[in-house]
């Protein structure tokens, strides 16, 4: 019996102390104004109507069923603070001439003659500009976006020759893809004022669509950093880029580390796949079940594949050692805006430096 009794209490001390040294845990479930003042507390100093931004954030987060931890909140204000510093239209500098000669490229591109493309901005839109002016005077994303909706609307022939031709591809405060919101627009929880592409110019739908794009889909990453390269490259980027790495150390074949693992417009097989179909007889697959396995480099259950779990393997036996299941995409920003060689390693580094102020609040 004594012997029993020094057991339980040994055990409930260990217990006690167990108590005493774990990290807090947040509470599953918080009160909307708690998570909203806390929202206000992390945002910068200088951030204007700092109850408005945590407001929507605070909306998106609800109406996406994502639970507003402290990680979680620091990741979206990261994002947000890096893409705009918190503003809902942010300034471009010399957007007019960025837009112009992107519009004569695509021209350029669809054979349609930059004769035609100027004699058509020549024309007046309703506030008595012609469009070229229009174009030239815009300085924030969402005035070039609105003017070139009307000019295709206006313009002899407006959607067939030009339709496709808008030069804004992201917007808002996290400058979300246009697309992606598109796809994304079924349970989108306000009234759409326009067109979706116009809510992603205000901040509650920027915000909303953003923080979908960077918290809507699970991840096994243990780490934000690959998160944050995602949201630059695209959903598992990070995931996939690490299995082309094992790909190439298991094969012996240099592939770029961008995250694409089949190629979407075509039928023709991507490098990283000819790559994996060297392995074939190693990984007892055929060519058909390799493409099929590759498909889902789109979602979590990729990591369940055989292919996943045996590339792996292979890759770690020819090297010694356990390898990596995330890295940072090698991939070089595209962007008429940018005018200096950016990459997507350097994008999330500087979201993660801001991630980690914010945690460190």
Avoid at 230 to 237: E, H, P, Q, R, S
Wanted: net charge positive; aromatic share 8%; glycine share 6%.
């Amino acid at each position: 019996m004594q012997a029993n009794r020094l057991i339980m209490s040994v055990a409930a001390l260990l217990v006690l102390a167990g108590c005493g040294t774990q990290r807090p845990q947040e509470a599953a479930v918080r009160k909307p104004d708690e998570v909203k003042a806390q929202i206000v507390r992390l945002l910068p100093a200088k951030t204007v109507d700092r109850q408005g931004w945590a407001t929507d954030i605070y909306a998106a987060f609800a109406a996406q069923n994502i639970s507003p931890t402290t990680q979680n909140l620091c990741s979206v204000l990261a994002v947000a603070e890096q893409e705009s510093t918190f503003e809902v239209d942010p300034v471009v500098p010399g957007l007019g001439k960025i837009a112009r000669d992107e519009i004569d490229r695509r021209a350029a591109k669809a054979h349609i003659p930059g004769l035609l493309v100027s004699g058509a901005l020549q024309v007046r839109s309703p506030n008595g500009k012609s469009y070229s002016d229009r174009l030239s005077a815009a300085r924030s994303e969402k005035e070039l976006s609105a003017m070139f909706d009307d000019f295709i609307g206006m313009v002899p022939m407006g959607q067939t020759l030009f339709g496709g031709f808008n030069p804004v591809h992201t917007a808002g405060p996290m400058q979300v893809s246009i697309e992606f919101a598109e796809q994304q627009a079924k349970n989108y929880p306000y009234p759409v004022e326009g067109s979706i592409r116009h809510e992603v110019f205000t901040r509650r739908g920027g915000l909303y669509f953003g923080i979908a794009h960077l918290l809507g889909y699970p991840v096994s990453y243990t780490q934000p950093l690959y998160r944050f390269a995602d949201f630059n490259a695209g959903w598992y980027a990070s995931r996939n880029a690490a299995f082309q790495s094992a790909v190439s150390r298991a094969s012996g074949i240099p592939l770029a580390l961008d995250g694409d693992l089949i190629r979407y417009d075509s039928i023709m097989p991507s490098s990283t796949e000819l790559a994996v179909r060297t392995l074939g007889k190693q990984l007892d697959m055929r060519n058909p079940t390799i493409r099929d396995q590759l498909e889902q480099g789109k979602s979590l259950d990729f990591e369940d594949s055989k292919l996943y779990r045996r590339v792996f393997e292979l890759a770690e036996k020819a090297e010694g050692r356990p390898l990596p299941r995330a890295v940072l995409p090698g991939i070089v920003l595209q962007s008429p805006k940018i005018t200096r060689k950016l990459t997507t390693a350097w994008f999330a580094k500087r979201v993660d430096e801001r991630y980690q102020r914010c945690i460190a609040q």
